[in-house]
T-cell receptor, first 113, second 111 residues
Framework: NAGVMQNPRHLVRRRGQEARLRCSPM?????VYWYRQLPEEGLKFMVY????????ESGMPKERFSAEFPKEGPSILRIQQVVRGDSAAYFC???????????FGNGTRLTVT | EDQVTQSPEALRLQEGESSSLNCSYT??????LFWYRQDPGKGPEFLFT???AGEEKEKERLKATLTKKESFLHITAPKPEDSATYLC????????????FGIGTKLQVIP
């Protein structure tokens, strides 16, 4: 029973490039969440999606960041024109339904040089 | 806005020395309170869900309890492999509410 799969585990981008982070939820889970974590800081909510719908994107910067969860395939978190401040660990989580515990992947560590 | 405060930020215990971690929360109608364990370089691992005051859950050396304002994670006779950061999170109950996390308590158990 595969858990939440995220790739790549590590991603290095130069300033101005695009970063694409992928997340495959656990089997049977249709709710996906993205969080960002900086050293010595907690997990900060970014966006909550269900298949083909964005439910809550209140934690995501309005510019340069976007997320999708298509009918087929993984959820994608896209960061355009990355800046050094985007360097962080990005975690994806999935749940079976609203109110169920979130199950996390091992994250993508983005480094912007 | 939902808030979660965890204390202490860091805790160092001798192997076998029992202790408790605290999670204080403010939420509009609690749908669920969650405890997670996070090891360095890994994602949070789900431990427990608590839904209502008075509820308790146990798993090996860990026991989680819940009141109307806070939750405790009790660690009995810890071992070095219990060393990790323990995260508390809450989800409100009115319609959809995102899951809000605390910063965590970093636990180190010394042999």
């Amino acid at each position: 029973n595969a858990g939440v799969m995220q790739n790549p585990r590590h991603l290095v981008r130069r300033r101005g490039q695009e970063a694409r982070l992928r997340c495959s939820p656990m089997k049977g889970h249709s709710h996906v969440y993205w969080y960002r974590q900086l050293p010595e800081e907690g997990l900060k909510f970014m966006v909550y999606l269900q298949k083909e719908n964005i439910i809550d994107e209140s934690g995501m910067p309005k510019e340069r960041f976007s997320a999708e969860f298509p009918k087929e395939g993984p959820s994608i978190l896209r960061i355009q024109q990355v800046v050094r401040g985007d360097s962080a660990a990005y975690f994806c989580a999935s749940s079976q339904e609203r109110g169920s515990p979130l199950h996390f992947g091992n994250g993508t560590r983005l480094t912007v040089t | 806005e939902d808030q979660v405060t965890q204390s202490p930020e860091a805790l160092r215990l001798q192997e076998g020395e029992s202790s408790s971690l605290n999670c204080s929360y403010t939420v509009s109608g609690l749908r669920g309170l969650f405890w997670y364990r996070q090891d360095p370089g890994k994602g949070p691992e789900f431990l427990f869900t608590l839904y209502s005051a008075g509820e308790e859950k146990e798993k090996e050396r860990l026991k989680a309890t819940l009141t109307k304002k806070e939750s405790f994670l009790h660690i009995t006779a810890p071992k070095p492999e219990d060393s990790a950061t323990y995260l508390c999170a809450v989800q409100g109950g009115r319609g959809y509410q995102k899951v809000t996390f605390g910063i965590g308590t970093k636990l180190q158990v010394i042999p």
